[in-house]
């Protein structure tokens, strides 16, 4: 599967953003999805997880209340709603594909995209 991630910008904090996340290929609705980021000069970090059905989600403490993950398998997206946004959420954020459920292991992931770099100011 192929992943395009797309929705990042530069915010104010407080501020909100969507990020989406288009999969090529028909077994979309097959893997669970995930988001990451990565901070400059950090090392790619857990943000949120969904199965493949929608029915589960998990999300890192830091995000947890703020951020929502979704996904839409009609349209084989995944979606991440970010809301209060907060100068430490500055980073590229990725998306991936995995079959080995909603985890949140950077190695569990076996497709990545290629990131959308989302910015907060003071």
């Known amino acids: 599967v192929q992943l395009q991630a797309s929705g990042g910008g530069l915010v104010q904090a407080g501020g909100s953003l969507r990020l989406s996340c288009a999969a090529s290929?028909?077994?979309?609705?097959?893997?669970?999805m995930g988001w990451f980021r990565q901070a400059p000069g950090k090392e790619r970090e857990f943000v949120a997880a969904i199965s493949w059905s929608g029915s589960n989600r998990y999300y890192a403490d830091s995000v947890k209340g703020r951020f929502t993950i979704s996904r839409d398998n009609a349209k084989n997206t995944v979606y991440l709603q970010i809301t209060s946004l907060k100068v430490e959420d500055t980073a590229i954020y990725y998306c991936?594909?995995?079959?080995?459920?909603?985890?949140?292991?950077?190695?569990?992931?076996?497709?990545w995209g290629q990131g959308t770099q989302v910015t907060v100011s003071s």
């Open positions: 290929g028909r077994t979309f609705s097959s893997y669970d």
């Open positions: 991936a594909a995995t079959r080995r459920g909603a985890v949140a292991g950077v190695s569990e992931y076996d497709y």
